[in-house]
């Protein structure tokens, strides 16, 4: 069994910047790939980023230049850096463990607002 704890959401104002972070425990064999997705409100469920277990990271246009995927493997947390926050990056941010066995974190809330 696999553990995801994301932290780091907030409030903040356009053009400002969060780190969300994402803890794995567990069963973890390897170095896993790891995405992040996020959820707005009436909204399906997207992907934002994923990391390879070599190291290469992968961005949705919406988020490409303004946000970095990346991770310590010593420590098992993954990251995301969001800089040029917008509105419409409102959401719930969710980690996922990309291989065997699958795992989502619980979310963290990200709200961009003046």
């Known amino acids: 069994q696999v553990q995801l704890v994301e932290s780091g959401g907030g409030l903040v104002q356009p053009g400002g910047s969060l780190k969300l972070s994402c803890a794995v425990s567990g069963s973890i064999f390897g170095i896993p790939a790891m995405g992040w997705y996020r959820q707005a409100p009436g909204k399906q469920r997207e992907w934002v980023a994923t990391i390879s277990s070599d190291g290469k990271t992968t961005y949705a246009d919406s988020v490409k230049g303004r946000f970095t995927i990346s991770r310590d493997n010593a420590e098992n947390t993954f990251y995301l850096q969001m800089n040029s926050l917008k509105p419409e990056d409102t959401a719930v941010y969710y980690c996922?463990?990309?291989?065997?066995?699958?795992?989502w974190g619980q979310g963290t809330q990200v709200t961009v607002s003046s």
């Open positions: 996922r463990k990309l291989t065997v066995p699958f795992a």
